[in-house]
């Protein structure tokens, strides 16, 4: 159970850290409940979308829901995207690549990125309202557990003490993979049309493109390039849905 707290406490900005206090050495546990946190940010964002849709233009509505989700993480898995993407734009060796990643400022690369990423994402609120609902809420924890699967595939880029969170998380035992599947397929299994299942392979594929990226670039991962995955795969899974819709 301290690990599972850990994650809640590592992964969001809710106040799960007065519960109790973990050891250090369970956050080196967190990723493989990252696809249980996304039913907490997950089904937030769905719940305020929902709640907010009946009120408002659906347009309005998903603006709600993104910033809604940005405050529960911190704009934690945004912050990644931004430096992962200063990094690989303006890196060409691994260490330049690593040391701009490592750089707080942010840079041209992440600035575009991040109002691309935000601009597609937005296209999303044409969709109906209890479709967009699933989405956001099966979106979020699958492609959680296909970007933790980093920690799997790949070793840490840095040394431990030169990671910006002090901390190299452990690779998964097969009992701790089993539980990061499972809560990261039983929603798309019990609420994602059958029609919208082959969405669930763009993450997998986003998520073998970076992974051969990073190996290639980086020969390793980050914890900046976990948050990229992340919100890559997700991506690639709305615009999949997104496609599967119109066509159907």
Known sequence: MNNVLAAFIFLTRLPFWKIKEVPAECFKHVVPYWSLVGWLTGGVMA?????????MPLSFAWIFAIIARLLITGCLHEDGLAD?????????????????????HIGSYGVIGLIFYFLLLFQ??????IELCILVFCGDCWSKFCASQLVNYLPYARKEEDSKAKVVYNRMSW????????CGAIPF??????????????????FVLLCLLMKRRLQGY?????GATFLLCELSFYLGCFGLSIRY
């Open 47 to 55: 719940g305020v979308l929902w709640l907010t849709g009946q009120v």
């Open 84 to 104: 992962f993407l200063d990094g690989f734009g303006g890196g060409t060796t691994r260490e330049r690549t690593l040391a701009i990643m490592k750089d707080s």
């Open 124 to 129: 999303l609120h044409t969709l109906p309202l």
């Open 175 to 182: 009992g701790e993979l089993s539980i990061a599947f499972i």
């Open 189 to 206: 299994i019990a609420f994602l049309p059958i029609r919208l299942w082959p969405a669930t392979l763009f993450p997998l594929l986003t």
């Open 222 to 226: 980050t914890g900046d390039c976990c």
